[in-house]
């Protein structure tokens, strides 16, 4: 009986063996990134999406990292608006919109720090550029000029969040980022109305600034028309307060008060 001739291409080499080679090369490259994340405090894997943590209170993702981040820079720089409105606007109803903004910035900086730090999420220390040259602006002006630029800048800025709070609200899964949506919708409302009710909001400017994207409106010193105050409805009865009256109040805003 002849001897079988020897079988070549066994072992690693051969059509078998480079199969097994590329299914274990495969696993190792899945199995790494899990691996990788395990051991970030408060945090597990999400093979799903790379931007989405895991945590104890439920995915954080990408859209709830970011509406952390906005609330964050809106507190850095509408809260020292809210203060300097307190200090140059002319009248009580811009005066009181200022502290409406430095109670309720006060208290979401508080929050949103706070939530921050239980998800392990960094948040940044300095308003951004845009930002700051909000600020820059109403540094600058004065007087009446300094009203309407208050009240307008700051209305496109809350009118630009208000949906964002919306979309994070109905969207979230965190329990935390649910809780900071509920007090960032009340906030912001509350916001908007205050500003609205300084008499010196310029809303064709407000829908045409949020259209192009939520930047808010240039306006060049002593070119902007004082708008109407009281503003007058088509039968000329007022739709807004008197910013100028001497009883003018507003109430207080409805916050929830953070949780124990």
């Not at 001897?3 to 090369?25: D, E, H, N, Q």
């Not at 609200?169 to 919708?185: G, W």
Request: aromatic letters at 6%; a positive charge; charged letters at 20%.
């Amino acid at each position: 009986m002849r001897p079988r001739p020897p079988v070549k291409g066994r072992g690693i080499f051969s059509g078998t063996g480079l199969i097994v080679t590329c299914l274990t090369a495969t696993l190792a490259a899945l199995v790494f990134p899990i691996w990788s994340y395990w051991d970030r405090p408060g945090t597990t894997p999400n093979v799903l999406s790379a931007q989405t943590l895991q945590t104890r209170y439920g995915p954080l993702s990408a859209l709830d990292q970011d509406f952390l981040t906005k609330v964050r820079l809106a507190g850095l720089w509408e809260l020292p608006a809210g203060r300097q409105a307190q200090a140059k606007g002319t009248t009580p109803a811009v005066r009181t919109a200022g502290r409406h903004l430095v109670e309720g910035h006060r208290f979401l900086d508080e929050r949103v720090r706070g939530v921050a730090a239980r998800l392990d999420l960094a948040l940044p220390d300095e308003p951004n550029a845009q930002q700051k040259q909000w600020l820059d602006r109403l540094d600058r002006a004065r007087g009446a000029e300094y009203d309407r630029e208050f009240a307008t800048v700051l209305r496109v800025a809350h009118g630009t969040v208000f949906p964002v709070v919306a979309q994070v609200r109905a969207s979230t899964r965190n329990s935390l980022v649910r809780e900071l949506a509920d007090d960032a919708n009340t906030t912001v409302l509350d916001h908007i109305k205050v500003l609205e009710a300084t008499g010196q909001v310029d809303f064709d400017a407000v829908a045409r600034d949020l259209t192009a994207g939520g930047t808010p409106p240039a306006t060049a010193p002593g070119l902007a028309a004082p708008p109407s105050s009281p503003s007058a409805s088509p039968s000329g009865s007022p739709s807004t307060p008197s910013p100028s009256s001497s009883d003018y109040m507003l109430p207080p805003p409805a916050y929830r008060p953070p949780p124990e």
